[in-house]
């Protein structure tokens, strides 16, 4: 069993900068950071895959980056020019094999 953990969330100004990190326990292949907020389903933001591959909701693209780090276990998000519809709980997701992880979530919260 592979355990997610995220961080870095926290309260921001609209146009300022957070960067979220997840760290694994084991390998993970592929990663994905989705968010959430209360009523809504969760939604992709990006993902990165083993290849270092990456894809952007329309929503983030140019203000958001995903990066990995192997020898770490990790992946990160890159959040700038943030804005108050961004605010969610944001999650990370592996893929290992046929495994799914989902780590526990971390609250971005950006204020206007």
């Known amino acids: 069993q592979v355990q997610l953990v995220e961080s870095g969330g926290g309260l921001v100004q609209a146009g300022g900068s957070l960067r979220l990190s997840c760290a694994a326990s084991?390998?993970?292949?592929?990663w994905g950071w989705y968010r959430q907020v209360p009523g809504k389903q969760r939604e992709l933001v990006a993902g990165i895959t083993s290849v270092g591959s990456t894809n952007y909701a329309d929503s983030v693209k140019g203000r958001f980056t995903i990066s990995r780090d192997n020898a770490k276990n990790s992946i990160y998000l890159q959040m700038n020019s943030l804005k108050p519809e961004d605010t969610a709980l944001y999650y990370c997701?592996?893929?290992?094999?046929?495994?799914?992880?989902w780590g526990q979530g971390t609250q971005v919260t950006v204020s206007s």
């Open positions: 084991g390998r993970i292949f592929s």
């Open positions: 997701k592996g893929w290992s094999g046929s495994q799914i992880y």
